[in-house]
């Protein structure tokens, strides 16, 4: 690897916590296969049983205070910190353990577990406790507004104004331990692609969607495979500064 790159763009997914011991989604045993969707991840959901999805969400942030970053996330807060260019990460993740290693560059576009926001004034606020029916909204006072903070299906994922920006000036994208079948995430490659001025990449623990269009594939274990690929990413900083 010897290009010198000015913008990079990292997409990740569940399968980069999952070595910090977080459930994925659609994987064998993972989340969506002990929960259904439509109990505990739709706006419907939190209309009919707003105690049961406020239980899930809970288990989840529990889980995810539990969790530490693991080194594929502090590869790449090192990256962000030492590349001289933009390096801007787009997570799906909605765990927080990005910002734990240093990551500042950072944009969750499904949301962050340890928000809240409250449906009657919009407010949006941090917690690190549990949370029920009966929380009340800190700004409104309102009771029974307050929900998570997540992009639940249905609903339109966040800064993609923003994240389209970064993807049209991009000229090295890499998503790691996505599925690459979730939308509008899943189209991100496409829109690199299309500009045919961005090397794409992609790193997997194993084969994902059959149809994956990046350019590059590698696969592995992301604690593995990151902190390797960042070293060489930085190693094109020498070599262009030797020449």
Request: glycine share 8%.
């Amino acid at each position: 690897m010897t290009e010198h790159y000015d913008h990079i763009v990292v997409l990740t997914g569940a399968g980069i916590s999952a070595e910090s011991g977080l459930d994925t989604f659609r994987d064998k045993g993972g989340l969506w296969s002990r929960y259904s969707i439509d109990d505990v991840a739709t706006p419907d959901a939190y209309r009919r049983n707003p105690g049961l999805v406020h239980d899930f969400y809970n288990q989840r942030r529990a889980a995810a205070r539990n969790a530490q970053p693991n080194p594929a996330h502090y590869a790449l807060a090192r990256l962000e910190a030492e590349y001289p260019g933009e390096v801007m990460v787009v997570t799906q993740n909605v765990d927080d353990l990005h910002e734990r290693a240093g990551s500042q560059n950072l944009l969750h576009m499904h949301g962050e577990l340890f928000k809240l926001r409250c449906t009657d004034c919009g407010t949006v606020w941090n917690t690190d406790g549990d949370t029920s029916t009966e929380s009340v909204c800190g700004s409104c006072g309102s009771q029974g507004s307050v929900r998570p903070h997540i992009v639940w299906f249905g609903e339109f994922p966040f800064y993609m104004d923003e994240i389209d920006r970064h993807l049209e000036a991009c000229d090295l994208f890499v998503s790691i331990g996505t599925s690459g079948t979730v939308y509008p995430a899943a189209g991100f490659v496409d829109t690199v692609i299309r500009r045919q001025k961005g090397q794409t990449v992609e790193i997997n623990l194993e084969p994902q969607a059959e149809n994956s269009k990046s350019q590059q594939k590698i696969y592995g274990k992301a604690g593995v495979i990151v902190p390797s690929y960042v070293e060489e990413l930085l190693q094109t900083i020498v070599s262009t500064r030797s020449d």
